[in-house]
């Protein structure tokens, strides 16, 4: 399927304008949370390109690197009249009834539903680079079907191409023999080359992996021994050459891998130990947690500090 580029609206829980639910958990810089009732759900995929917006401000840009899905049952907030089909519905601060749908209804609390959906995580943190000089209604100029309720929109391909060109070379172009996080040229290549790229992404730059796996050529999190899964991760999300130094670096198994990007487990900076966040300790990782990290490196205090706060704050949400 030929490359596309999307906007995504990524709105922090206290400015919730439209409260048909509760939001989304986003790490705006690193992934994005979405469902099966969003529009245009089918359309994004892998090696598209993304730029990331709030309500008023374009935050960055970067390329979809993996898209995780899993089942999952979201709550719906509804009108309490049960013939009432309004799609929105807001909480007034000092009117009573407190809530009201746009069909006029008043009501004391919202009626809720919970229905069966499919989650889907895009997860874009490797390449992430924020963007200062681009405003809004540039954004709504180069998006042809404009619409301001929509959370995903599709842009122009050519101007988020431009936008990401801002992404350093050795990215934009990647050799064949090469294990380089590189950005699929998705316009020309076949479905074989595509998913060797798409391996090879996930694997890490070739001379950053090569370290880690000359270190130690297991997973550092579960003792995997499979080379071929094993996935160079930056601790501190890679910006330059600079974050390339094995003190910023992980070998980690590809599963692992993306529980890390998603914030789901880190690593305590005082003892190297494994925490997990409830997810994946209900779901066959809890053997993990509290074990320490199979390295024979020496890792980034600092580095694994940040990532430690980052995971207690999205913890506490």
Partial sequence: MAQQAWSFKAIEQDDLRYWGNDGYHDNSSVFYRYDSFVANHKNVKEGDIVIVTNRDSVLGVSIIDIIATQSTIKKRNKCSHLDCNAKKILP???????????NGHQFDVPRVLFEPAVEFIANYGEYYKEITDISISQLITETPRYNGQMSI????????????????????????????????????????????????????????????????????????????????????????????????????????????DL????????TNS???????????????EGANLKIKHKISHSVLLERWKKFNSLKEK
């Fill in 263 to 270: 914030h789901l487990f880190a690593i305590e900076p005082e």
């Fill in 153 to 260: 929109q599709e842009v122009n391909l050519q101007w988020a191409i431009e936008l990401l060109g801002s992404i350093p070379a050795d990215v934009l172009d990647l050799k064949a023999e090469e294990a380089d996080n590189d950005i699929p040229n998705l316009m020309t290549d076949d479905l074989r080359k595509i998913v060797e790229r798409q391996i090879k992404q996930r694997r890490g730059q070739q001379k950053f992996r090569d370290k880690l796996l000359k270190s130690n050529p297991i997973c550092a999190v579960t003792g995997c021994e499979l080379v071929d899964i094993l996935e160079a991760a930056h601790i501190d999300a890679y910006r330059n050459d600079s974050h390339n130094h094995i003190s910023n670096g992980l070998l980690l198994r590809s599963d692992i891998h993306t529980l890390f």
């Fill in 92 to 102: 007034r601060k000092t009117i009573k009834p407190e809530w009201r749908c746009d």
């Fill in 274 to 288: 494994i925490r997990l966040s409830t997810g994946p300790l209900q779901h066959g990782y809890q053997q993990f």
